[in-house]
């Protein structure tokens, strides 16, 4: 049997092209401003859950400026989505 390009395609695996980025996806980027909110989201809540953890007199001190640093990032995403 002679060699015949079409047939040796038809043994082996077949792979399936996908695409990993779609149009929507393109159109989904944080900008500097959500990611500073984002930072600071993070960090007011481990200084907040830190403060409620260890008690005393630091403790209440992490806790507020956790809660501070909450309400910040909260309302800097407020901001950001209100523009």
Do not use: C, E, W
Not at 26 to 36: D, I, L, S
Not at 47 to 60: E, N, P, T
Request: glycine share 14%.
């Amino acid at each position: 049997m002679p060699f015949d390009s079409n047939s040796r395609k038809a043994r082996g695996p077949q792979l399936a092209t996908f695409h990993t980025l779609d149009a929507r996806s393109k159109r989904m980027a944080a900008n500097a401003k959500q990611g500073t909110y984002l930072g600071t989201t993070l960090t007011g809540f481990t200084s907040f859950v830190a403060g409620l953890h260890a008690g005393g007199g630091l403790g209440v001190v992490f806790a507020i400026v956790g809660a501070g640093l909450l309400l910040l990032s909260a309302a800097g995403f407020y901001k950001i989505k209100t523009i």
